[in-house]
């Protein structure tokens, strides 16, 4: 019991989390306040200023869900749904087949729109069916974490036309490749602290549209989940300081580190990091094709910040504890039927260096 | 953009959060683990052997919901509860209120057994309350934040029979007031990590006894919730450790800190810190009601980690902002129909401490 907690260094390659900035960490440390306190509400609205200019959005209502990424997931699907609505997916990994079971727990009519793991989904039919299904919304993965695959959010909202709702899971796209929320008509976007934001795991930025909060607004039965509920949580981050109502209390010390996480996205510049993300995953997949490793995700599809790739004969995927146990280096192995055959290589945030891709690239030598 | 994160240091008495013990901000520094990492994973199984310990508890699905309390409070309710369900809650506050209020948007047929703001439940009322309903399961609240109602759920129990399941909220009392979760026969008990485990908000330690995931297994519909259904987060937290399965990404740091505050708590003894919490509470209460104030939770029910108490006569609600801005102490208002009439007083977990209780009556007898 009295052991000391002694985690150690390992070199966050994975899927996320992915490596966290030091002074990110040591802004967690900062005195912790009440969530009611005056100077954490200043802190609260520099943070959602900050979420606004990652996301490339004015969205007023834009915040750090008090959870993980799927947290965001379902807090996007269950405030925009309710029983019976007609919702459109796109499933091609594991994350579209969360958002399907999600909002089938919320009692819609979910039709999915499928492409094999890999591939993208293909905006063209996204949009004859949601027009088939008069969908109230359509849902998308950006950045499909299980595969590595980029899906072109700016033509889905061009083929599904003006009318539905636009939901978007940019859980490991936000910071690490081009997210416009308000260019591309996007209504909620929802992500994840850990990934290309290099903050821990723990909080789900989100930002609705005021058509989406219009929904919301005209609902006719109340959100299913209380604690996900945004026509109560934005009484607590939108209102005027004096009137901030009470909802939940606030992860405060998580919230110091998004804090601290987005001012160094900043301070980089938010295209600069875009740009850091695709050099460095392009070397990486250049020098593991050169390896003998397939690469998973389709042609020009590829995220660079999260790279899969099919184990090349021979290689098995037990190598990922040599890696993890001798090197200190963790990766990810593939989900679902691509257990044992598929890598993911997470490059993200602090991260995406070209020093960590080299040595991963020793170590995979090393051990082969 | 570029201002440090520099808040200020609060000395912490209202309703959570308390004061954090150093040594858990330093431990929420270590370095960041996979949520797979097999490192990581004995850090869950001993924080999840802490848990059981201070919940008094054998349940083998005893772990932290990734969320703030109120995060807790749904997965407890949203597991056990299908549509239709009957449920009766005890309400004498804002979080029985708030229990009801989730149970109803589970769909359950809710039927609630109040009591003043102050009071606390009547368990004979609410036995046959509860057998007239032919109830699934009795919701109360050990210990009512809103108010300093300690309600004795031993007697909840008593009234009851062995029939219904008992869901209690022990937010504000794990920790600082005898809970048994097994000898009371408590099959959800759910809490939070910034009362008086002086741990920063974001987790919500849960417990589920073996006739509570029963039920969950019985269920003819899946929980409405895909982020706190736990018959899958079971195969995270539960399982052995080559056959973990991804859920969520895990709030490593967050967990780090539960970790290390569980360390503390059990280092000093369970019954050593109730007694703590029970000597400093009193002396607390002795000391208010000698300056005048009434305290509003009703004798032999009061919490002593939260004290409540009337504004005595000419004494106004804004002196909590001269003592927050002035002297850098922070106590709670009254919420609801309190609002502006009560103050909420927290000594908890780090912050029970005479030296508090000293330095807040002194700023009060200053001020007032």
């Known amino acids: 019991m009295k052991s000391p907690l002694t985690p150690p260094h ?3 390659l994975g899927p996320g989390p992915s490596p966290v900035e030091p002074s990110v960490l ?12 005056p100077e954490f509400i200043r ?33 996007a699907v269950v405030n925009i749904l309710e029983p019976g609505d007609s919702i459109v997916v796109g499933v091609n990994g594991v994350f579209g087949a969360r958002m399907a079971d999600a909002a089938t727990r919320a009692g819609a009519a979910v039709t999915t729109v499928e492409a094999p793991w890999g591939a993208i989904i293909d905006a063209e039919e996204l949009g004859k069916v949601a ?33 539905p709702l636009l939901i978007v899971d940019s859980v490991t796209g936000l910071g690490g490749v081009p997210l416009e929320v308000d260019k591309w008509g996007i209504d909620v976007c929802f992500s994840a602290t850990q990934m290309c934001l290099s903050v821990p795991p723990g909080l789900a930025p989100i930002t609705f549209s005021s058509r ?17 509920d945004v026509s109560m949580i934005r009484q607590y981050w939108e209102d005027g300081e004096a009137s901030r109502s009470y909802h939940h209390t606030a992860p405060i010390s998580m919230i110091y580190g998004l804090w601290e996480g987005l001012r160094l996205v900043l301070e980089e510049g938010l295209e ?19 390896m003998g490793f397939d690469l998973f995700a389709a042609e020009d599809y590829r995220l660079p910040q999260l790279t899969s790739a099919r184990l090349p004969p021979g290689v098995k995927d037990d190598l990922r504890q040599v890696l993890l146990n001798d090197m200190d280096i963790e990766i990810g192995g593939g989900l679902g ?16 260096r070209k020093e960590n891709a080299l040595r991963l690239i020793q170590a995979l030598r090393a051990v082969m």
């Open 272 to 290: 600069e990091r875009w740009n850091r993300h695709r050099e460095v995953g392009e070397f990486l997949q250049g020098e593991l094709a050169d």
């Open 10 to 12: 390992r070199l966050l």
């Open 212 to 228: 989406a909060l219009q929904v919301v607004a005209d609902r006719t039965m109340p959100v299913q989940s209380w604690y996900f």
């Open 337 to 352: 039927e691509y257990a044992g055959k598929i890598w993911r290589i997470g490059l993200m945030g602090f991260g995406a």
């Open 131 to 163: 027009r088939e299904q008069n969908a109230k919304a359509v849902a998308v993965v950006q950045a499909e974490t299980s595969t590595g695959a980029h899906t072109p959010v700016e033509l889905i909202r061009r083929e599904i036309g003006p009318g």
């Open 43 to 75: 802190i609260m609205d520099q943070t959602a200023e900050r979420l606004r200019q990652v996301f490339r959005t004015r969205n007023r209502l834009t915040f750090p869900i008090p959870g993980t990424g799927s947290a965001g997931m379902e807090a």
């Open 26 to 37: 040591r802004a967690m440390t900062k005195p912790v306040l009440g969530h009611l306190d």
